[in-house]
């Protein structure tokens, strides 16, 4: 595969099936009177290990021959994708290795684990993971399943705009959280031919700004890795095959601070009763910061995922 289609998409919904759970479409008429529009929230905080990361790491590790299941996959994250992919290893008969930070939230660790897979540690400041992933991979034979550079996992990941489009028919604009780009590059396929006319829109930490640098540059910049309480969203350049994606299908990029991230993970708390995490949070962080402008009539907002302790919810929002 080359390029991503809408049809890739819609076949990664069919290898999913039965598999991965269909989100609920959130809905508040607090959070449509405050902003202005009709919005629709695609909760992926109940989906599968707690984020959209299972729909990809599922839909690739299905396409694996037996030859290449018998002898495992390697994955590298902070904590989302490797619980995916622990799980998608479980439910597809091989084993799964998982490179993920030493600072990685003790609970998506400890999850991991919990799904069999083996984790191994590294410095996410000082050690390079894809390159060390890369290593395990030839040492062990594993195959390398990457949490958004794959065009499987784009395809899998684009199934969460698929399932919201199908339910609730054309939305003007679409919020999307962004790290490396694996989800809205996904998103951004199905919705632009599903929804004619629609503004994708990708959200940030301001601290990890990547994306939005590397649009203006007009190529992928590498930031220092960024220090956000969105973890997942903690990525120094746009993936190879993602960026080419984004910059084709996506209307612009907004930025959120911390503290509107955590506005944001209260205002889901209190008014939708829902636990969501950071990166979880950060584009309906955009939507209730006003950062969007010439809202439409209909906006879709991507709840991500919602792997965040108990601990960790009250570090970060118990003095806010």
Not at 83 to 88: E, K, R, S, Y
Not at 270 to 296: F, T, Y
Request: charged share 20%.
């Amino acid at each position: 595969m080359t390029e991503l289609t809408l049809a890739d998409v819609q076949a990664a919904a069919g290898r999913i099936k039965g598999f991965a759970h269909r989100t609920p479409v959130l809905t508040s008429r607090t959070l449509n009177e405050r902003v202005g529009a009709e919005v629709f929230l695609k909760a992926e905080n109940f989906q599968r290990i707690g984020a959209f990361k299972f729909r990809g790491a599922f839909n690739a590790i299905s396409r694996l021959s037996p030859e290449q299941l018998a002898r495992g996959v390697v994955a590298y994250s902070s904590g989302n994708h490797a619980q995916a992919v622990a799980l998608a290893a479980k439910l597809a008969g091989t084993k799964a290795v998982n490179l993920m930070p030493k600072d990685a939230p003790p609970t998506k660790m400890a999850a991991t684990r919990g799904y069999g897979a083996e984790v191994v540690t590294y410095d996410r400041y000082g050690q390079d993971r894809a390159a060390l992933a890369r290593q395990l991979s030839e040492e062990r034979g594993l195959t390398l399943i990457p949490p958004y550079d794959h065009y499987d996992v784009m395809a899998g990941q684009g199934t969460v705009a698929l399932e919201l489009i199908e339910e609730v028919g054309p939305i003007g604009a679409l919020l999307v959280p962004i790290g490396g780009g694996g989800l809205i590059a996904g998103c951004a396929t199905a919705a632009t031919e599903l929804s004619p006319g629609i503004r994708v829109i990708g959200v940030e930490p301001a601290a990890g700004d990547d994306t939005a640098r590397s649009l203006a540059a007009g190529e992928r910049v590498e930031i220092e890795v960024p220090r956000t309480i969105a973890d997942g969203q903690a990525i120094s350049t746009p993936g190879e095959l993602t960026f080419p994606v984004v910059q084709r299908l996506v209307d612009g990029i907004e930025l959120v601070s911390d503290d509107e991230i955590r506005a944001a993970m209260t205002f889901a708390f209190e008014r939708l009763k829902v636990v969501v995490e950071p990166s979880g949070a950060c584009a309906l962080a955009a939507l209730l910061a006003g950062r969007i402008q010439n809202l439409p009539e209909c906006v879709g907002v991507v709840i991500s995922g919602g792997n965040v302790g108990l601990e960790r919810w009250f570090e970060l929002l118990g003095k806010h």
